[in-house]
């Protein structure tokens, strides 16, 4: 299965109503370069204002996601994101002219077939994916919530909702892979309880509401004149309950559906990490509330983990020694500074640099408090990129890299004699006509020190 990102081959679009405002909107997807992720855009405010799908922008789960930024809003995201991230895209524009996302039926199911209509395709970033390796959990009492991230080798969902109903009962749903998305989760409408939409339709909370876009539940018998009255407000000729059971006898796609819904629901929700996830996600009574609480614990985990070393096993075989990087890097001591290569593919490498106190540059660099220049753990990144770079070409003995730029440099943290230095290199794009570009780290135990990217060309020594 392919791991590149993923976006559409050309743009798409569909209109209805929203389903809290009540106002008309036209969405239009349009493909988006790798890493941009899920953004909107208020094409109908001057200067067009964009809002990343981005949990930190949420600003109200009432009755559904809001998100907010640049000065615009767009309400109810929650279904069209899910269709998204449920085909596994990464990279959308999504253009819409109103306030709010169309409700359509309820479900993510036009989003989803507008998508495929669109046609899906592989870019050339890899995907990035959240890869949970330790237990992750949630609770918010007062809703009784309870959210679980456990290790899981892909996407997986299990849903439990409860809700003290003699007809929705205690109902589970589950999504083994995202592969079941389309054909078992997509086409699960929104549902809400008659008892609700009475109170709801009376204080105008959705002027887009109709019994086309939501399963209605009716748990107690209502009298025939409340009906007639709920009729009225929904423009509706007749509303029928043949006892407790679905509002017009509506016939249900599963006999789980609101579970499956609520699942959805969370897929939408955690679109908004803006990391696919691998993981094992177990959600008790979860909503909107919940699931944008437990994507802002994933992202802050993400950025913690930013910071947090890798694993790495320094005491396992080298890929080079100092003798096979010397065949390699044109370097010499005293400006030799890589020990040994310790992993290395067509994609990133990992070097080893044992910082000692017998390192010329000690003699000058504060002698009384020895401190490593920052700019020689650069120079060290680079000869670690180096060897990345080298290793594309068939005879790399006969190539010299270059460095062309450097950029976003920062030093976290100070290096000392007694530490061990742990680069690590990865391309942050194919390499085109020699041209290598690269994000580099550098690490002493769990802390990262030093981290930029770098920018290198490889050239045929001239002989």
């Not at 699931?291 to 075989?317: C, G, M, S, T, Y």
């Not at 230095?421 to 390499?431: D, G, K, N, R, S």
């Amino acid at each position: 299965m392919s791991t590149k990102q993923k976006t559409i081959k050309q743009e798409v679009s569909l209109k209805g109503v929203g389903l809290h405002t009540g106002k008309q909107a036209t969405v239009t997807f349009k493909p988006a370069d790798d890493n941009h992720g899920y953004v909107f855009q208020r094409v109908d405010i001057e200067g067009k204002p964009t809002i990343k799908a981005d949990c930190d922008l949420v600003i109200d789960t009432s009755r559904g996601t809001t998100l907010e930024q640049n000065g615009a809003r767009v309400h109810t995201t929650e279904h069209l994101l899910a269709a998204a991230y449920g085909l596994e895209i990464d990279n959308l524009l999504i253009e819409i002219d109103g306030p709010e996302v169309p409700i359509l039926d309820g479900s993510a199911h036009f989003f989803v077939q507008a998508l495929q209509d669109a046609g899906i395709v592989d870019q050339e970033t890899e995907k990035d994916y959240f890869v949970v390796d330790e237990n992750l959990t949630y609770e918010d009492l007062e809703r009784e919530t309870e959210m679980l991230a456990v290790p899981q080798d892909e996407f997986r969902l299990t849903v439990m909702v409860d809700y003290n109903s003699k007809v929705l009962g205690t109902q589970h749903a589950h999504m083994y892979h995202l592969g079941e998305f389309k054909g078992e989760i997509s086409k699960c409408r929104t549902f809400v309880f008659l008892r609700e939409l009475e109170y709801l339709a009376k204080n105008n909370l959705i002027k887009g509401g109709d019994l086309d876009n939501a399963i209605v539940l009716v748990d107690k018998v209502m009298p025939q004149e409340k009906l007639d009255e709920l009729a009225e407000l929904l423009n509706k000729p007749k509303v029928e309950v043949k006892g407790i059971g679905v509002l017009n006898n509506v016939d249900l796609h599963f006999q789980n559906e609101p579970a499956r819904h609520k699942l959805l629901d969370i897929v939408g929700d955690l679109a908004l990490v803006g990391k696919p996830i691998k993981g094992h996600i177990l959600a008790a009574r979860p909503g909107h509330k919940g699931n944008v609480d437990f994507a802002k614990l994933i992202k802050k985990e993400i950025k913690k983990r930013q910071h947090k070393a890798p694993k790495f096993d320094l005491n396992k075989e080298a890929v080079y020694d100092i003798n096979g990087i010397e065949k390699i890097l044109p370097h010499r001591y005293p400006m030799l500074l890589v020990d040994k290569i310790i992993e290395l593919s067509d994609k990133h490498v990992v070097g080893v640099k044992n910082v000692t106190m017998n390192e010329h540059f000690f003699q000058g660099h504060f002698p009384g408090a020895p401190v490593m220049p920052g700019v020689l753990q650069i120079e060290a990144m680079a000869q670690t990129g180096g060897i990345l770079a080298l290793n594309t070409v068939e005879d790399p003995e006969n190539y010299l890299t270059y460095f062309l730029k450097i950029d976003k440099v920062r030093f976290k943290r100070k290096v000392v004699p007694g530490d061990t230095l742990v680069f690590c290199l990865e391309l942050t794009a194919p390499i085109r006509r020699g041209i290598c570009n690269m994000s580099a780290k550098a690490y002493v135990g769990e802390h990262l020190v030093a981290e930029g990217e770098l920018m290198a060309q490889i050239i045929k020594e001239d002989k």
